[in-house]
């Protein structure tokens, strides 16, 4: 079976990307020790975009969506929530303590195919 990859891909305000980084650097270890878990990348826009990439790769389907309904999940985007309750505008995901930072996010999922890695 292969692997399945997961993008969460992020619009992010001018001058927010920093928050952004931060929020997730607090978060490390919430996805880490998670049954099928593989990798994670948080990928930074260089040229041509305001989106930001959340890259996580899985055993399957199933071990995401059982992370996707585990407590580390849920506590890691509880406050995210409902900071984007009370302010009404943007959503959940990037919100918490220190304002808004994304305004938007789409959820992209596809299977790996091919995987070729470098010689370290």
Known sequence: MASVVKFNVLTVPEGSGATLEER???RAGLVEGQPGFEEFQLLRPVEGTD???VYTRWKDEESYQNW???RSF???HAQ???EAEKSGH???HGHGQGGLAAI???QWG???VQHVTGEG
């Open 104 to 106: 938007d996010s789409e």
């Open 110 to 112: 596809f299977e790996v």
């Open 90 to 92: 943007g959503h959940g």
């Open 68 to 70: 996707l309904q585990s």
């Open 80 to 82: 995210a929530a409902a």
């Open 24 to 26: 997730f650097a607090n």
């Open 74 to 76: 849920q506590h890691g």
């Open 51 to 53: 989106r930001y990439i």
